[in-house]
């Protein structure tokens, strides 16, 4: 059970730093060109990524922990 928790948690975790760093990429591009350039299909890409990538992490980190791998 703990494992799929590890799982579920690194997806979020990977959206939320997915979409922080979409934030911070907008607020230098205010900065640099004076410009907010929001678009919806761009954060909806970068939620997909994050939730990707931390899928990834996530079953691996379960994987490790289920096959006793020292360290997880």
């Avoid at 959206?15 to 591009?29: D, N, R, S, T």
């Avoid at 931390?54 to 490790?64: D, Q, R, S, T």
Wanted: net charge neutral; glycine share 16%.
């Amino acid at each position: 059970m703990i494992n799929i928790l590890f799982a579920l948690f690194s997806i979020l975790a990977g959206v939320f730093l997915a979409e922080i760093a979409y934030i911070l990429l907008l607020i230098i591009e205010y900065v640099i060109l004076g410009s907010f350039n929001f678009e919806l299909t761009s954060a909806w890409h970068y939620l997909k990524v994050g939730a990707g990538g931390g899928g990834i992490m996530g079953v691996g980190i379960a994987l490790l922990r289920y096959f006793g791998v020292k360290g997880f």
